[in-house]
């Protein structure tokens, strides 16, 4: 089926279907994390295969890409991602393994020739576009701040910034994409704000695809907090299911594991086999 199109006059126009692959999908430390000798680094070193998870990003069928780590460049040569083809860059928070700067200035000659898409669109929040500025906007990118609960109409894609609960300050944010089908894109956040709930409800929306947030799996973590896990992602489902935001046709993925919270493939999928959600891993795609 084709996909929408949405042009600055809301206009709609055809276009491909929506592909998400994850291409990292571990917290900060990586998994096994980087010096760790927990257990469960240890029988991450030893299973291997879906047990390695690299930091967290995301592209969107092959041009519009989710956050820039420093493990970006394993990623395509590891997914044979074709680098110049991609036309936008959603970022989520300053955080390094999110956001990694010093990759940007790699896309211009003499690092880069002959790219297909001249300037690569990125937009982010307050922090990442202050971070931008001050380092200085790198030749072939062109850096744009979106606020919380904008609209933005890029390409093929409709997205709606909504304000995470993380990294205070910062003005941290995650995404929804649109277009054949809706994708709310949930990383790194808590428990949501009351605003975005209500904004959800008001505005009727309906996701196809929601990927959660599960840094802290079964360690506890209130709704205050930073992350989420199961507990809260538990309650947040109930409460987006009441508001008629997901049902059960929607796809819920879990994803962004801390080393902490034993984030072995098999294990998780184990534990969440009874709750309707699936399990990310490296290199997984999923058509929406």
Known sequence: MASKSFT??????????????????????GFPAVFCRCEYCLEARKLKGKNVRTRSQTIINDDLLIDLPADTYMHFLNNDIEGDKIKFLLVTHSHPDHF???????????????????TLELFCGQGVYDKIMKKGVPENVKAEKISPFETKNIGNYRITAFPANHMKGDGALF????SDKTLLYAHDTGYFKEEVINYMKDK?????????????????ISDSGSHMGLENIERLIKKLSEIGCIDKSSKLYINHFSHNANPIHHVLEERVKNMNLSVSYDGLEVEI
């Not at 990694?100 to 001249?118: A, C, D, G, V």
């Open 100 to 118: 990694y700067y010093e990759e940007l200035e790699n896309r211009f000659p003499p690092f880069s020739h002959n790219m297909r898409t001249e």
């Open 204 to 220: 009727k929306l309906r996701f196809d695809m929601v990927s959660f947030d599960c840094t802290n799996v079964d360690i506890p």
């Open 175 to 178: 995404y929804m994409i649109e």
């Open 8 to 29: 600055d006059s809301n206009m709609i126009i055809w276009g491909g279907v929506m592909k998400l692959k994850y291409l990292g999908t571990s917290a900060a430390e």
